[in-house]
């Protein structure tokens, strides 16, 4: 694994990962080799489910489909996305997947620094994108999410953890 993708896995741990509850029940999107999933596992957290277009995640499919792939509206505790909404616009979809005051742990490049994450990649710093990165945003409070906490490392890229508001946009 790229020296960059090494580290930034270990902070996840700490960031994000170690927040999670034994009790949560989680959905991993873009689940990749299923690295969070073993590592909540170890962690005694039991209820993980993981969504990705490949193997081997528990559910193979596009998370917009989340209907179809038998998924339940408002059953998650806590959404995991590290490095997948610049790839997938899902965020209405992970509102009406979570809990109210469920969670989103997401990560995703800063869209103006995502050049230099290409060059790192090209120098195999950083592990390789897997599709363009064609929908780059800023992570901010919406309507339907409040940002519990906030973190830019080196202003490289966004890690959040943004909490599910109630319908009415109240929490």
């Keep these: 694994m790229p020296i960059l993708s090494s580290i930034a896995r270990r902070l996840k741990h700490q960031f994000f990962l170690d927040a999670v509850s034994r009790d949560d029940v989680v959905l991993e999107i ?24 490949f193997p081997p995640a528990t559910i193979v499919g596009d998370i917009r489909d989340w209907k179809s792939l038998g ?12 490095e997948v909404i610049e790839h997938v616009d899902c965020l209405n979809e992970c509102f009406a997947l979570l809990r109210p005051g469920g969670r989103i742990l997401a990560t995703t490049p ?17 592990q390789p994108r897997t599709s363009a990165h064609d929908r780059l945003t800023y992570l901010k409070e919406t309507d339907q999410f409040s940002i519990a906490k906030m973190w830019r490392p080196l202003n490289l890229s966004q890690w959040c953890v943004l909490v599910r508001k109630h319908r009415n946009g109240m929490n």
């Design 71 to 82: 998924l339940k509206a408002e059953s998650f505790d806590v959404i995991v996305a590290f």
């Design 110 to 126: 800063n869209p103006s620094a995502d050049w230099i994450l290409e060059r790192f990649e090209r120098w195999k710093l950083n």
């Design 30 to 53: 873009g689940s990749g080799d299923g690295w969070v999933s073993r590592y909540l596992n170890g962690r005694g957290v039991m209820q993980v489910m993981s969504i990705d277009v």
